[in-house]
């Protein structure tokens, strides 16, 4: 089984739209299973239209909760707690009104082991759900955070975890991650135990830095690195600077996506760009790209390839 996570340093560069043209020409050839590791904000179900076959509950940190009928109102838990997740009673109200704020609050339980009553308890709150689908190019792996929760690390583990499970129960040759944007704590554990990281990159003022934060994140847990060009053609000379970075870096570059206005078209119907038109511009040059993945995902000695490195 290979693993390959759909990156991009920063949102907006096409990333799920990309993932989900990758899936439609994998299909083909793999028995594939995807997740969409972008809990925050998952939409790759969105593309691949899913039907649900398992929901799960994920429990996140620990949330204060004060029983008001053992309070007595003496203001201890407002006066220890450090993030204002303790909100006093309001004039007109009783004095053992305090209550809390549930997104404020961290889980330290400073104010249960304060609390000289007892009246504080401090439980493992619900901060979102995962789901097992099945799509037209097979399983699918997602899941969706509350408004306000933490730990979409923890849950892009567990979602990443049935994932490969999943994966390897049926012999499946290929897992692909959508993973999400950014460097952060979720990256990390998308990317855990992938071979190759696809870059979505596109040719912006801070295509380079922001190019630069997630090579080395990859490259920090021995992931190679290869990199597409996205809407290739609104910034030609940027372009030039991505290659030039890639080559001197000595990293893949896969190919150029020009923009394409039938991707966003695609979009709005909920179809990958290559389901939709084959012929497109855009599909073009993923079907291109697809094939130099594919035979980089084949290859029995991947990590030490090079004679993929460098655009003609």
């Known amino acids: 089984m290979r693993q390959i996570v759909i990156l991009s340093g920063k949102g ?31 939409n790759l179900e969105i593309l691949l239209k899913p039907e649900l076959e398992e929901e799960h509950s994920f429990k996140g940190g620990f949330k204060a909760e004060i029983d008001t009928s053992i309070c007595t109102g003496c203001g201890r838990c407002f006066d220890i707690c450090r993030y204002d997740a303790v909100i006093p009673p309001s004039s007109n109200q009783e004095k053992s009104d305090y209550r809390i704020d549930r997104i404020s609050c961290e889980g330290c339980n400073s104010c249960l082991h304060q609390c ?8 493992r709150a619900t901060a979102g759900k995962w789901f097992r689908s099945g799509s037209l190019y097979g399983p699918l792996f997602h899941a969706e955070m509350k408004a306000g929760e933490e730990n979409s690390g923890k849950l892009v583990t567990i979602v990443k975890n ?26 990390i554990a998308a990317s855990a135990g992938a071979d190759l990281a ?30 597409c060009i996205n809407r290739s053609d609104i910034n030609s000379t940027k372009t030039i600077e991505i290659e030039s970075f890639c080559r001197a870096e000595n990293i893949i570059l ?17 179809i990958p760009v290559t389901a939709y038109d084959p012929e497109t ?9 697809w094939k130099i993945l594919s035979a980089l995902l084949q290859s029995s000695a991947f990590p030490e390839l090079t004679e993929f490195q460098g655009l003609p």
Do not use: W
């Open 162 to 187: 049935a994932a490969v499970e999943a994966c390897e129960k049926a012999g499946c040759t290929l897992l692909m991650v959508d993973g999400p944007p950014g460097i952060g704590c979720p990256v």
């Open 254 to 270: 896969l190919g150029r996506i020009p923009y394409d206005d039938s991707v966003t078209i695609a979009m709005s119907k909920g």
């Open 12 to 42: 907006g560069t096409g990333k799920t739209s990309l993932t989900a043209a990758l899936a439609h020409l994998a299909f083909d050839e793999n028995e594939l299973v995807l997740a969409d590791a972008d809990v925050d904000a998952a």
């Open 198 to 227: 696809f870059i979505s990159t596109e040719p912006g003022v801070s295509a380079i830095h922001d190019l630069s934060r997630i090579l080395g994140t990859v490259r920090h847990f021995g992931i190679t690195p290869a990199v």
């Open 116 to 123: 000289p009553v007892n009246a504080i308890s401090s439980q």
């Open 281 to 289: 511009p855009a599909s073009v040059a993923i079907r291109e790209i």
